[in-house]
């Protein structure tokens, strides 16, 4: 029983530890509050719960979720460069999220177990690796349901972490906005709910009436399943507001064309964006530096393109961060151009490339004209030649640059700019009699004349504009000729 109490605690803790030897600190806010959710028979339960419901500031998000940690790389992959590009994948995510990884492994299954993911034996002799390397969690790059991790921990007795587990805890660490906030929370709470029966049978134990709110009868792991859904429903309504205060704001910018960074996570968008836009946004090597949207001009003095930076993607992306980060996603959506950021040094290049197709399609922004930039090509061993280029993109524009090299980043400018305007303008070849005062007048204040050559009784004239624009003058040629 201690065990099992052990190991529940941990697992709370896996989603979101402290190990600074206090007190935790709870706060009405952040899924930080679940850290150390006691088990029934502490007796500490409504205490603690009462500070769920206190406004306190959020002391322990960002702080760092050290735990010496054992990653498993559970892989189909056969090639063994994938592999270790997957293993360096989840090793940095763990990193990241503050954990020391003490030892690591790749391990192939012939068949997952349906109750354990590993299987009895396999998963004893893991957890055997895994403590004798010192480690006090077991990090598994798999998806677990709540009920595998908890038959795992039972036969392996150590505190297991997932996948998402990680990625949440990544994305808490680096959420700074209140939106970006929100939204890991939600996703953490969605997480968590499920587990709740986990945090330890000895919370089902039912408690009777007592002082404070709990029911009579009501288990501890109902009074926290209440006061989750509690929480899970202020997310959602808070979120809702902020949703409907961006969408305003997008709308009254709705004459400008909006180019969207997307791409794998660390390809280089916020880098992008700061060498295009001066915009000083914080880019570093590590996964999910940026959860929320920033837009700048890209034009000097205003203008009429804006440039967004959003969160990164990864393969195997939880669905619910997906859901709960579609606020902020919803850029994405409404883009002119997508311009899909690939980091061409990366041995994963490829499969990046397809995880971030797959969660363009999965978000419906499959058919927004897109702009490859293949980036890092100063970390490049060869430079690709335009065929492989073509090919890479797909026969949609591309570019080939370093965010450092500032001609190549010139170029690039010039090269959306063009593209973005391009996709609602047209471009009119046409006679224009001396006389057609109005038509000039239209062709001048309201598009740009690229060319003109004299003919007879008035001139050619090439004339670049929006579509509706350029009809216009279509129409008045009609009239006057
Ligand atoms: N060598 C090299 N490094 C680059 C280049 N562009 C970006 N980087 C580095 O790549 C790392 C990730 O860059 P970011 O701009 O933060 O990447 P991101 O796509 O915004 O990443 P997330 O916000 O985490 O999704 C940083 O360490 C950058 O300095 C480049 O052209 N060459
Ligand atoms: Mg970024």
């Known amino acids: 029983m201690r065990l099992r109490r052990d190991l529940a605690k941990h697992r ?34 409504e205490t603690l719960v009462e500070h769920w419901d206190a406004k306190r500031s959020n002391e322990s998000a960002g702080r760092a979720f050290e735990s010496a940690s054992y990653v498993v790389s559970v892989g189909e992959a056969r090639d063994p460069r994938i592999r270790a590009a997957q293993m360096d994948e989840i090793v940095s995510l763990v990193e990241s999220q503050g954990g020391h990884v003490v030892g690591q492994e790749v391990l192939h299954l012939s068949e997952p177990n349906p109750r ?68 890991v929370e939600l996703a953490q709470l969605q997480y968590l709910r499920p587990r709740i029966r986990g945090v330890g049978l000895d919370m089902d134990q039912q408690t009777g009436a007592t002082k404070n709110a709990r029911g009579p009868g009501e288990t501890a792991s109902e009074l926290m399943a209440r006061k989750l859904d509690r929480r899970l429903e202020e997310l959602q309504k808070a979120l809702r507001k902020l949703t409907v205060t961006a969408r305003t704001q997008r709308l009254q910018r709705t004459d400008c064309h909006r180019i969207v960074l997307v791409g794998y996570t660390n390809a280089g968008k916020t880098s992008l964006m ?70 061409t040094s990366d041995y ?62 010139t170029e690039l400018q010039e090269a959306l700019l063009h593209v973005v305007r391009s996709h609602d303008e047209e471009e009119l ?11 000039i007048a239209l062709a001048y204040g309201r598009c740009r004349v690229v060319r003109t050559e004299p003919v007879d009784d008035g001139m050619t004239m090439t004339i670049q504009g929006p579509i509706a624009e350029i009809s216009r003058v279509r129409r008045l040629l009609e009239e006057v000729q």
């Not at 293949?374 to 993109?393: A, Y």
């Not at 070849?429 to 038509?439: L, N, Q, R």
């Open 274 to 343: 700061n060498a295009l836009t001066n915009a000083g946004l914080s880019a570093r090597d590590m996964p999910f530096e940026t959860l929320d949207t920033t837009s700048r001009c890209l034009t000097r003095h205003g203008g009429d393109v804006l440039i967004c930076d959003t969160v990164g993607f990864i393969r195997r992306l939880p669905e619910r961060l997906l859901a709960s980060f579609e606020s902020t996603l919803a850029e994405v959506v409404e883009a002119s151009l997508l311009v899909i950021v690939v980091d």
């Open 348 to 409: 994963e290049r490829q499969l990046q490339l397809k995880t971030t197709l797959e969660i363009l399609e999965r978000m419906g922004a499959a058919d927004i004209p897109r702009f490859y930039v293949f980036n890092k090509r100063d970390r490049l061993p060869f430079v690709p030649d335009e065929e492989v280029l073509e090919r890479w993109s797909d026969g949609h524009p591309h570019a080939l640059i370093s965010t450092t090299d500032p001609n190549a980043v």
């Open 116 to 183: 354990t993911l590993l299987g009895k034996g396999t998963a004893e002799e893991v957890a055997a690796r895994a403590r004798a390397a010192g480690a006090t969690m077991l990090v598994l790059d798999a998806e677990l349901s709540p009920s595998q991790t908890r038959n795992l921990e039972d036969v392996a007795g150590i505190p297991i972490c997932d996948r998402e587990a990680i990625i949440l805890n990544v994305f808490l660490r680096h959420a700074r906005t209140r939106r970006a906030k929100l939204q």
């Open 429 to 439: 070849t046409t006679f224009v009699p001396y006389g057609a005062s109005e038509v």
């Open 12 to 45: 709370i803790q896996s989603i979101s530890s402290r190990t600074d030897g206090q007190m935790p600190k709870f706060t009405s806010k952040a899924i930080s509050e679940h850290i150390e959710v006691p088990l029934a028979d502490d007796g500490q339960l």
